[in-house]
């Protein structure tokens, strides 16, 4: 009986494996022909240079051809360093004239004709958003900040630490209060109180510190003050 019983589910198993194989061996086909043939979406991008203003007409078609013969979905435009930094390249399209915005305009123009996207980097090299116009309130910014530990209940007046600045540039955006134990916490997860410093009679509360049901905490308001 018992015989008879694995025959027959060694029987169930195989005519399972029977159903279900041409059903892998039509994904793993479509797998592969996505992967030969990646739609645009899939496909690569990559950095284009445009060092000291050499660049042409023919150039750039030439390049953009090369781009799509390779397979490449597009590509980001990144001007490198002006004429005067490379004399010997005879540059002549320096960044921000006619000359040099009538070649992006025609990058663009030959990018459309070939099925490439074309973005443009911000800025010059990737130096990003720098020069001496730009001030710190302006410039790149980064999230940094400071920690202290204190007695629950006991907290009057507490300041603590700035984190570090740049240019004296300074501005917080929210304060988090943890729960520390030294012992290690496996009976009940930590809570964790989240709370606003932004002030003011025109809050869009959307965009100041929120914490969801799933413990997500999500910032976006930036206000210029201290902790008190």
């Not at 002549?92 to 459309?112: C, G, I, Y």
Request: charged share 20%; with cysteine; glycine share 8%.
């Amino acid at each position: 009986m018992k015989s008879r019983l694995k025959q027959q589910i060694f029987a169930i198993s195989l005519l399972a494996c029977t159903a279900i194989s041409p059903a892998n061996a039509l994904q793993t086909h479509l797998l592969r022909e996505q992967f030969q043939n990646p739609s645009d979406e899939a496909k690569p991008w990559t950095f284009w240079y445009w060092m000291f203003g050499a660049v042409s007409k023919e150039g750039i078609t030439a390049d953009l051809e090369a781009m799509k013969r390779a397979g490449l979905g597009g590509t980001y435009l990144m001007p490198i360093k002006g004429i005067k930094e490379g004399p010997q390249y005879n540059g002549k399209a320096q960044q921000l004239t006619p000359e040099w915005w009538e070649m992006v305009r025609f990058s663009m123009e030959e990018a459309d004709r070939l099925g490439l996207k074309l973005g443009m980097h911000i800025c010059d090299g990737f130096a990003l958003a720098g020069g001496p116009w730009i001030t710190p309130e302006e410039s790149m910014q980064k999230i940094v900040w400071s920690d202290t530990i204190v007695d629950g209940g006991k907290i009057k007046g507490l300041h603590l630490p700035q984190p570090e600045a740049y240019e004296g540039f300074y501005e917080d955006i929210s304060l988090f209060a943890l729960p520390v134990k030294e012992e290690a916490a496996d009976v009940m997860p930590a809570q964790i109180t989240c709370a606003n410093i932004a002030t003011g009679n025109h809050i869009d509360i959307k965009k100041t510190v929120n914490m969801d049901d799933a413990g997500v905490i999500r910032s976006s308001y930036r206000n210029h003050s201290e902790w008190q």
